[in-house]
């Protein structure tokens, strides 16, 4: 299993640009969500997916969105970029509440580290 | 509601003696505790898991972690550093049976190994 893969590593956006963070994993989870990463602040949620077909928003949802068009792949779009999103972000995975037995071991990426200029 | 405190932002030890780091937390529900490590440019692997069973919970690399529901702390600890061992540490709660979303991590603690 290649467990949960992020691309890219690395990227750098102008203000105002728009890109798209790829995450896929092969585990079959049915929870992926993404993450974002700042010095002091641990990690703060940013949208989630229950399965397929169906997300919801975290925390910090404001400037983003997610689809959920398969199990495998939650793709995270950035629609215009800004300086405050320049930050590490992090996609993670795992069983659902019911498989999991009420809890959530989550299953990360590597990462991926976006600067905005 | 829901909060997790990790009360040291760095802890440095020297290498051979034991390592203590704590986390706080507070839960309207019954929770369940995770600590998870992240070693530089990398993601976060999963440490240990607490899930209302045995409140003794031992994880990888040597690590283990006591859950005390009167003093509603979950603090990591290990016998013996190794250089290995430097890295970051986050503590994390969630209520068993509800929302991912209600995840919450702790802000990490920063551990670092001496010679």
């Known amino acids: 299993n290649a467990g949960v893969t992020q691309t890219p590593k690395f990227q750098v956006l102008k203000t105002g640009q728009s890109m798209t963070l790829q995450c896929a994993q092969d585990?079959?989870?049915?929870?992926m969500s993404w993450y974002r990463q700042d010095p002091g602040m641990g990690l703060r949620l940013i949208h989630y997916s229950v399965g397929a077909g169906i997300t919801d928003q975290g925390e910090v949802p404001n400037g983003y969105n997610v689809s959920r068009s398969t199990t495998e792949d939650f793709p995270l779009r950035l629609l215009s970029a800004a300086p405050s999103q320049t930050s590490v972000y992090f996609c993670?995975?795992?069983?659902?509440?019911?498989?999991?037995?009420?809890?959530?071991?989550?299953?990360f990426g590597p990462g991926t580290r976006l600067t905005v200029t | 509601a829901q909060s997790v405190t990790q009360l040291d932002s760095h802890v440095s030890v020297s290498e051979g003696t034991p390592v203590l780091l704590r986390c706080n937390y507070s839960s309207s529900y019954s929770p369940s505790l995770f600590w998870y490590v992240q070693h530089p440019n990398k993601g976060l692997q999963l440490l240990l898991k607490?899930?209302?069973?045995?409140?003794l919970v031992k994880g990888i690399n040597g690590f283990e972690a006591e859950f005390k529901k009167s003093e509603t702390s979950f603090h990591l600890t290990k016998p013996s550093a190794h250089m290995s061992d430097a890295a970051e540490y986050f503590c994390?709660?969630?209520?068993?049976?509800?929302?991912?979303?209600?995840?919450?991590f702790g802000s990490g603690t920063r551990l670092s190994i001496r010679p």
């Open positions: 994390v709660v969630s209520p068993t049976y509800s929302s991912a979303s209600k995840i919450i």
């Open positions: 993670a995975s795992s069983y659902g509440n019911r498989a999991a037995k009420g809890y959530y071991e989550q299953y």
């Open positions: 607490y899930t209302s069973a045995a409140t």
């Open positions: 585990m079959n989870h049915e929870y």
